[in-house]
């Protein structure tokens, strides 16, 4: 009972110093920074930078693209991690490896290879083409490369829990005449939640700020394939810096709120299942 | 102990890694001046740094090395210059944020403008070297497929039905401004009005299948993924763009095109600092010899000395070029009125049309 206190590092106030001190150089200066930059406009000045028709379009495009790709990546990566974890067979090390090879790739190639795969004269892209698909230069594309770059958040979020998981309690719950469809959403999928939220939120999270990949498949066609980072470029380019980073701050604000509701949702889902 | 064999072999890495991304911190730690102020006796060794955009690479490898040279040769110093090659306008905004350039050799008047604007440059700098400070031009040309099977000869056909052209798009892209600006001249310098100008590139922009945010990205959509009929690029890049199809593409000169303009400066906000101004203006002084001419003409980019240009006059077709300020007091002023917000271009794209 004594060494309750006992923590592996020395100093909690040593410790959460540190903590906030990296915290605040990496992630919050930076941000502190795009607010101020934007707060140099005047309100009518940031409202018609951020509130033209064609920025709306374009943040429906983007969180709507990132959102239907972490959807994709919630199903296909918790099934992969599945595959991963309870499955051996041989490989499996290989292709656990090439789940983290979105991360290491240089998300322009990606890019560049998915819309060279799905052109029309395309390896795939000829295949879609009878049947009226146009993978690149379209929503889909922009959905295909984000679910490639968010892949690796939920495989790796869910697979740890899923390795933790004892497979008797599948068992017990089979020997207690659960069906197959009730063990899975009863026993497996509320163990499950926290991670598949954390996941979910990563992938949607890093789907938001995408640009390299996104802007070799989407065409950047106004109102129908510009995604907004590409318009925060385009105002770089006219060296409006104040302009650009209100477009920032639109969808850091936007990203934030959606991030805290997840957040939310997930310890919500934590308290129930236990 | 094998762990803290471990744990050692990992301070040691981290110690590595440590020294080197710090290695480049401190400004031309190995160069010149170990000790700081007497400076009277010419330093053996000067580095500059010429800060260009993507395309030029070889060129100014060329030209580095040339005029290094003879740099040596005249003065008995040792200069390497180091470049520095990224899209125009980051290039711009990385000088502005501190990257330490001695002489910018951008795209577009656009972006040396900015830094001047910061005081970087004095002003008045285009009228400091000879030609408004350009040693070489350039212009849009059309590329096509072999055989040209559309029959792509001048900017009318490009809006002719079924002919698909692949240009950056203009507000993220030099090139794509530039094509923009050589398709309003086409109109507006052979009689055309304003109206005929704004209905001409709204119709030209319904051709354009795909909007790459730069140049490199049209290239690989046009050559490599086969998409359009027509892609338009600067004349230097169209000619390497030929040289690695093999034959699968050729050039198309239009009748009437626009000059663009690759400026050339001395940064003096930053050469003053450095003690750096005699090397970098002999620099740039030397692109305008003939030697340099002739190694800007091998690399497809248009001599500005008539000599040269005359000279190599079989790979420059004399088409009419015309000037940024034939169709706008100047580049800003263009770029304002017809890319910048709520200008021409803004208009062509209207919601879900």
Known sequence: MANVNRRVLPGFSLTLGYTLFYLSILVLLPIIAVFLKAGSLSFPQFWAAVWTERARAAYLLTFGTSLAAAVIN???????AWVLVRYPFPGRRFI???????????????????????????????WLEPFGIQAAYSRLGIVLVLVFVGLPFVVRTVQPVLEEFDPESEEASASLGATRWQTFSQVILPALYPALITGFALAFARSIGEYGSVVFISGNMPFKTEIAP????????????????????????????????????????????? | MKRSRFLSLLLLGAGGLGAWLSSDLLPNASAADPAPKPAPAPPKEVEILNVSYDPTRE?????????????????????????????????????????????????????????????????????????????????????????????????????????????????????????FFSAWGSVVLRGGSRDDAVKYVTELYKHVPVLDSGARGSTTTFAQKQIGDVQLAWENEARLELKESKGALEIVYPEISIRAEPHVAVVDGNVD?????????????????????????????????????????????????????????DILDAHKQLIGDGGVFDSIYKPKS
């Open chain 2, 59 to 179: 060129l100014w490898k060329a030209l580095d090395e040339k005029f290094a040279a003879k740099y040596a040769q005249k003065t008995g110093t040792k200069v390497t210059v180091k470049q520095s090659h990224g899209g125009s306008s980051s290039q711009a905004r990385a000088v502005i944020d501190g990257l330490e350039a001695d002489v910018v050799t951008l795209a577009t008047a656009i972006d040396t403008d900015a830094i001047a604007k910061k005081g970087l440059i004095k002003d008045g700098w285009l009228d400091r070297l000879p030609n408004h400070s350009l040693p070489y031009t350039s212009t849009v040309v059309f590329v096509v497929r072999k055989g040209n099977p559309k029959g792509v000869k001048d900017w009318r056909d490009l809006i002719k039905p079924g002919v698909e052209v692949i240009t950056p798009n203009p507000k993220t892209s030099g090139n794509g401004y530039l094509s």
């Open chain 2, 273 to 329: 600092r450095k003690g750096t101004r005699a090397v970098a203006e002999a620099f740039l002084k030397y692109t305008y010899t003939d030697e340099a001419q002739e190694v800007i003409a091998a690399n497809f980019y248009r001599p500005t000395n008539e000599g040269v240009l005359k000279k190599h006059a079989a790979d420059f077709p004399a088409i009419r070029l015309f000037n940024i300020t034939e169709i706008a007091k």
């Open chain 1, 74 to 80: 919630l199903l296909l990566g918790s099934l992969i």
């Open chain 1, 96 to 126: 656990d490896s090439l789940v983290d090879m979105p991360l290491a790739l240089p998300t322009a190639v990606g890019g560049l290879v998915y819309a060279s795969l799905y052109v029309k004269t395309g390896w795939i892209g000829r």
């Open chain 1, 230 to 274: 590409i318009l925060i470029v385009a105002r770089l380019e006219e060296f409006a810096y104040g302009e650009a980073t209100a477009i920032a701050v639109v969808l850091l604000v936007i990203s934030f709120t959606l991030l805290v509701s997840i957040n939310l949702l997930e310890s919500w889902s934590r308290r129930h299942a236990s």
